[in-house]
T-cell receptor, first 117, second 113 residues
Framework: GAGVSQSPSNKVTEKGKDVELRCDPI?????LYWYRQRLGQGLEFLIY????????KSGLPSDRFSAERTGESVSTLTIQRTQQEDSAVYLC???????????????FGQGTRLTVV | GQQVMQIPQYQHVQEGEDFTTYCNSS?????IQWYKQRPGGHPVFLIQ?????EVKKQKRLTFQFGEAKKNSSLHITATQTTDVGTYFC?????????????FGQGTTLQVKP
């Protein structure tokens, strides 16, 4: 597809279970971002990939959160032993970073709405 | 770490009134972007400002980047109901050698018809 694709669009899981969220960025986009947005709140930065490397993991809330990216394409965000406070919309975005410190437009996916019950 | 403050958090205006949201950083910024998120939607890019003192216009929207590259504003003239949504600024810290993009908390605009 032409845009950023995220799956699943909705996920309901039981507390304590692990979940995997997937992001397919726009082809050729070198930068990939994950954000968390709680209801009525702003975008909380989680992690950023440049290629397959994650130069900044500072936003990951705890060691239950991890992310990887392969083939400079698909990324997965994994949350282990989910807690109710993990309930939120998880947004993925990609962009074409052509030079350091000069971002270009970030294109967002529709997000995955995670509900932990 | 990099923090960016955005004010106000909420704004209710009558249709036809003007609206302004401000984004302030404690450190110099490489550039600043503005996004709009409609209720139930995802953020959509509006514009990017790079140069000190830059001013850009998109129809009724005017974007400014401060001379010191530490603050920015988005002004909407004569709001319409289609302007409803949350407006976010997003910044790439000057000190960062990566493409990290940090979002402000957003200003949610409600427009009464």
């Amino acid at each position: 597809g032409a845009g950023v694709s995220q799956s699943p669009s909705n996920k309901v899981t039981e507390k304590g279970k692990d979940v995997e969220l997937r992001c397919d960025p726009i082809s050729g986009h070198t930068a990939l971002y994950w954000y968390r947005q709680r209801l009525g709140q702003g975008l909380e930065f989680l992690i950023y990939f440049q290629g397959n490397s994650a130069p900044d993991k500072s936003g990951l809330p705890s060691d239950r959160f991890s992310a990887e990216r392969t083939g400079e394409s698909v990324s997965t965000l994994t949350i282990q032993r989910t807690q109710q406070e993990d309930s939120a919309v998880y947004l993925c975005a990609s962009s074409l970073v052509v030079q350091v410190r000069l971002n270009t437009e970030a294109f967002f996916g529709q997000g995955t709405r995670l509900t932990v019950v | 770490g990099q923090q960016v403050m955005q004010i106000p958090q909420y704004q209710h205006v009558q249709e036809g009134e003007d609206f302004t949201t401000y984004c302030n950083s404690s450190t110099t910024l490489s550039n600043i972007q503005w996004y709009k998120q409609r209720p139930g939607g995802h953020p959509v890019f509006l514009i990017q400002l790079v140069k000190s003192g830059e001013v850009k216009k998109q129809k009724r929207l005017t974007f400014q980047f401060g001379e010191a590259k530490k603050n920015s504003s988005l002004h909407i003239t004569a709001t319409q109901t289609t302007d409803v949504g949350t407006y976010f600024c997003a910044v790439a810290p000057h000190s960062s050698n990566t493409g990290k993009l940090i979002f402000g908390q957003g200003t949610t605009l409600q427009v009464k018809p």
